[in-house]
C-alpha cells in the first residue's frame, strides 16, 4: 500500500515559469492538504481539498497559487510567474475523512523547489 | 490563534547522552500534540502522538508526555544514537483535525 506520493522530487524553475507540483494521495483518502515550509522554519498550512472541491485555502497566498483535486487523478498545485520568494519544500499529507489529523497525518516526502 | 513554540537550536549531544527538546504550545480547546522527525532529504515522519491531557506518546525510545496544566509537551530519549540527528518538529492539530500547526523545528546532531 503506496503512501503518499509526490512528484517531482526536485523541481527547478527560473523566475516568471510555472510551477506544477502533484500530489497522489493514499489508496482511498479522498482528503488532501497542502503545506510549505520555507529555509529554516516549520512547516505552514497551505490549502485543504476534498475531491473536486477546495474546503479550506486560509493559507494560501492571495495571487499566483492554485490549488485542485480533480475527480480522476493526483492533487495538483499550481505557482505561476514564480519568484525567488517561492523557493521552498512543499509537502502534501491525505486522510480517508475529514478530521482525522487529530491523529496525525502522514506525509509524503515533498517537492523541493528551486527557483533562479 | 493556535501556535506552537519549540526549543531553538542545533542541539549536539554526544552518542548515548540524554535527550530533551522543549515544546509549548497555544490553543483553544483540546488539541491533538505531535513529533515529527526529518531526515536530511525527506519528508515528516510521525514519531510520536498524544491526543488528550497526561497521555504518554512514545516510538523508538523518544517520549512526550501532553501537561495541560503547563501547555507543554517536551520530547525525551535517554540515550541517543547517531542515526537519531535529524530535525524535530512539534506540531499540534487544529479542534477540526484539518489544519496543523508546526514549530519551527530543532536541529539535533549526535556525535560519536
Known amino acids: 500500500n503506496a503512501g503518499v506520493m509526490q512528484n517531482p522530487r526536485h523541481l527547478v524553475r527560473r523566475r516568471g515559469q510555472e510551477a506544477r507540483l502533484r500530489c497522489s494521495p493514499m489508496k482511498g483518502h479522498s482528503h488532501v492538504y497542502w503545506y510549505r515550509q520555507l529555509p529554516e522554519e516549520g512547516l505552514k498550512f497551505m490549502v485543504y481539498l476534498q475531491k473536486e472541491n477546495i474546503i479550506d485555502e486560509s493559507g494560501m497566498p492571495k495571487e499566483r497559487f492554485s490549488a485542485e483535486f480533480p475527480k480522476e487523478g493526483p492533487s495538483i498545485l499550481r505557482i505561476q510567474q514564480v519568484v525567488r520568494g517561492d523557493s521552498a519544500a512543499y509537502f502534501c499529507?491525505?486522510?480517508?475523512?475529514?478530521?482525522?489529523?487529530?491523529?496525525?497525518?502522514?506525509f509524503g516526502s515533498g517537492t523541493r523547489l528551486t527557483v533562479v | 490563534g493556535d501556535s506552537v513554540t519549540q526549543m531553538e537550536g542545533p542541539v549536539t549531544l554526544s552518542e548515548e547522552a540524554f535527550l530533551t527538546i522543549n515544546c509549548t504550545y497555544t490553543a483553544t480547546g483540546y488539541p491533538s500534540l505531535f513529533w515529527y522527525v526529518q531526515y536530511p532529504g525527506e519528508g515528516l515522519q510521525l514519531l510520536l502522538k498524544?491526543?488528550?491531557?497526561?497521555d504518554k506518546g512514545s516510538n523508538k525510545g523518544f517520549e512526550a508526555t501532553y501537561r495541560k496544566e503547563t501547555t507543554s509537551f517536551h520530547l525525551e530519549k535517554g540515550s541517543v544514537q547517531v542515526s537519531d540527528s535529524a530535525v524535530y518538529f512539534c506540531?499540534?492539530?487544529?479542534?477540526?483535525?484539518?489544519?496543523?500547526?508546526f514549530g519551527t523545528g530543532t536541529s539535533l546532531t549526535v556525535i560519536p
Open positions: 498524544a491526543t488528550k491531557a497526561d
Open positions: 506540531a499540534l492539530s487544529s479542534n477540526t483535525g484539518n489544519q496543523f500547526y
Open positions: 499529507a491525505s486522510s480517508a475523512n475529514e478530521g482525522q489529523g487529530v491523529y496525525g497525518y502522514t
